[in-house]
């Protein structure tokens, strides 16, 4: 009989442990609580799509959620909706835009931050106009590249910005990083 006890506790100490070292696997839509639900709203139709670790973090998200500020609240609401409008490439270059310019050096992040505050600045209309617009090309500095080659990626310009294609919001890209 004690062998059978030191046994079945033998078992179930190494069942729970194996237990606790498994990563939990993130809760389906219907298995979200009502709260997250409504938090997550704009992501419903794309949640079972989702990755684990992107579930994860706008999990974290919907958990902060009660204790941020109204405008807050809604602002957070604003980009997840912009967000849940992007198609997968868009969300992709997206984030890879976010990696790009968080490795700009302070001093270029500082001045993208000012043209991004002077574009906002301007009346509606003429941001459109701006976002409509075809940009300029660069300037030629070399020899045309053949055909064959892929194009570069263009690089943080200096010009006066244009609207983005996707804005990324800071709780936004950190939830999908």
Same mark, same amino acid.
């Given at each position: 009989? $004690?062998?059978?006890?030191?046994?079945?506790? %033998?078992?179930?100490?190494?069942? %729970?442990?194996?237990? @606790?070292?498994?990563?939990?696997?993130?809760?389906?839509?219907?298995?979200?609580?009502?709260?997250? *639900?409504?938090?997550? $709203?704009?992501?419903?139709?794309?949640? /079972?799509?989702? +990755?684990?670790?992107?579930? #994860?973090?706008?999990?974290?998200?919907?958990?902060?959620?009660?204790?941020?500020?109204?405008?807050?609240?809604?602002?957070?609401? !604003? !980009?997840?909706?912009?967000? @849940?409008?992007?198609?997968?490439?868009? #969300? *992709?270059?997206?984030? /890879?835009?976010?990696?790009?310019? /968080?490795?700009? &050096?302070? +001093? =270029?992040?500082?001045? %993208?931050?000012?043209?991004?505050?002077?574009?906002? !600045?301007?009346?509606?209309?003429? #941001?459109?106009? %701006?976002?409509? $617009?075809?940009?300029?090309?660069?300037?030629?500095?070399?020899?045309? =590249?053949?055909?064959?080659? &892929?194009?570069?990626?263009? $690089?943080?310009?200096?010009?006066?910005?244009? @609207? &983005?294609?996707?804005?990324?919001?800071?709780?936004?890209?950190?939830?999908?990083?």
């Amino acid at each position: 009989m $004690a062998k059978a006890l030191l046994a079945l506790a %033998l078992w179930l100490c190494l069942s %729970l442990t194996a237990l @606790a070292a498994s990563p939990k696997k993130p809760p389906t839509w219907a298995e979200l609580t009502l709260e997250q *639900q409504q938090v997550l $709203a704009p992501l419903a139709a794309d949640w /079972e799509k989702l +990755e684990p670790e992107r579930k #994860r973090k706008w999990l974290g998200i919907a958990k902060r959620y009660p204790k941020m500020k109204p405008d807050e609240q809604a602002r957070v609401q !604003r !980009r997840m909706e912009a967000w @849940a409008k992007l198609t997968p490439k868009e #969300r *992709q270059t997206a984030r /890879e835009n976010y990696k790009r310019l /968080e490795k700009l &050096p302070p +001093e =270029k992040k500082q001045g %993208l931050t000012k043209q991004w505050e002077e574009y906002n !600045r301007l009346p509606e209309q003429e #941001r459109r106009k %701006l976002g409509s $617009a075809p940009r300029k090309p660069p300037a030629a500095t070399s020899a045309p =590249k053949s055909p064959a080659e &892929p194009a570069p990626v263009p $690089a943080a310009s200096t010009e006066q910005p244009e @609207a &983005p294609a996707a804005v990324t919001p800071p709780a936004a890209a950190q939830a999908t990083q």
